[in-house]
């Protein structure tokens, strides 16, 4: 910050006379610290909290859902940032491992534990105090192996998602429109997924679309919400994805198409 | 007229003392990295300095460094920054780290305390490195400029020059006496903004340290001017 340290500078009697302040501080406002107060939040039950943190993250919960998944086991930071990193590769966000642990962590999701899951103490470690020449010092302990884990909670709430119960009783209210869903569903269950241009051209057309004045993007979104395709490049069917095919299999294939206005 | 004895102590007192404004000035300009974490780990620090603060600040210091583990880093540095910047748009959303936030009325930066350090640094052929992008009364600096003082002080001594060594100590009590002033209301406010025991124990130190350095700077002088 300062340069020149070296420099072999004369003192000038410059401060030479001022009188010095007996109180240092005094006429400098010093806030009462006692008078700080936090204001009161109700407590959240764990499933509220777990509840509130994947409605306050609508887009990412199915990272949520992996990540607790993955973290069924004790894993190291590292694990979980190369986890991340995996499943962020097609879906960028502004969170890295860390902040994400962190906020699941704060909402009960993960708990820290060592490698071996027992949950770690929760006071905190004290310094060591260690003696030299008659002279007492405060030596900090090695840093601590932290390991993520899942709550029990948090793997009951990714065990009782049923999304394809939640797509088929979505697809039931709008029964109309299952040939679209099951034409979206066919089409990226193919080697090397399909995009999204690919799928518009193919039902653009659909008169069942038209009338209704909705787009393929609309059907994409939904079946991309309850977990039935994701996009990896592409867009590809994914295991509920496959249990909905199978659960269309008698749904009406032919698609009327209105003529091109080409 | 010092002996050889006493000269040697105050050449050993003046470099931990350099020492000491070295560590809390590197403490206060950026947020800890990972080198200075394990650096900060391996240290060990005083149990009984006779400051009840520092002893306190350095009890709570050496317990969050004693709980480190990998994301340690990351949140000091959110720590550094919910404490020192802040997010709000008012002048009380932080523990303002320059000088003239807090003894100016307006709470504003670059105010009379840092023509006042800058005049300063000049007589002592100090200036700012172009690197560093804050003010220049900003604790770190003001701390730097107290770490370069007391090492130029022990090398005086060491030269034999005892007339400068007690010219360069009245210039660090003055400088004490008129600009650290300010640091028990930093302190105070590092305590409410920040979380960690880390800048808790910083603050306190800090607080304890300016206090037992200027008792020793007004004896010593007080002692060279009889």
Known sequence: ?262 | MMTEETTGALIMLCKRRSAMYGFLSCLFSTEVTEDLLDELIARRYPAATGSEKMNEGYRKMTRYLSNIWEDSCRDLAADFSRTFIGHGIDAHAAAYPQESVHTGEKRLTMGNARTEVLALYRSQGMRKETGWREDEDHVAVELDFMCIMAQRTAEALQAGDASDAESMLRVQGNFVADHFAWIPSLASQMRRFSKTDFYQGLSLVTEGFAMVDREFLDEINAENAA
């Not at chain 1, 999204?196 to 008169?207: G, I, R, T, V």
Request: proline share 6%; glycine share 4%.
């Open chain 1, 1 to 262: 910050m300062l340069g020149n340290k070296t420099a072999d500078t004369l003192c000038l009697p410059l401060l030479e006379g001022l009188e010095f302040d007996d109180n240092p501080g005094s006429g400098i406002d010093l806030p009462d610290e006692s008078a700080q107060t936090d204001p009161v939040i109700p407590e959240k039950t764990h499933k509220e909290r777990i509840e509130g943190l994947y409605a306050a993250m609508p887009t990412y919960q199915r990272t949520l859902s992996r990540v607790i998944t993955f973290c069924e086991i004790p894993r190291r930071t590292a694990e979980v940032d190369a986890k991340l990193d995996e499943l962020q590769e097609y879906n960028k966000s502004v969170y890295d491992a860390g902040n994400l642990c962190a906020i699941m962590e704060e909402n009960q999701a993960l708990i820290r534990v060592n490698e071996s899951g027992d949950a770690l103490p929760e006071a905190p470690r004290e310094p060591d105090v260690v003696e030299e020449d008659g002279v007492q010092y405060l030596q900090p302990k090695p840093r601590i192996e932290v390991c993520f884990m899942a709550t029990v909670v948090a793997l009951a709430r990714v065990a009782a998602e049923d999304h394809h119960g939640k797509l088929m009783e979505r697809m039931n209210l709008e029964p109309q429109f299952k040939p679209i869903y099951k034409r979206i569903l066919q089409m990226c269950d193919v080697e090397g997924g399909i995009s999204m241009s690919e799928l518009d051209q193919a039902l653009f057309d659909a008169k069942l679309l038209r009338d209704a004045n909705l787009y393929p993007q609309r059907f994409v979104d939904k079946l991309e919400s309850f977990a039935a395709i994701e996009w990896k490049g592409s867009w590809f069917v994914t295991e509920t994805g496959t249990a909905a095919l199978r659960a269309l299999a008698d749904a009406e294939e032919e698609i009327e198409f209105a003529e091109s206005e080409e």
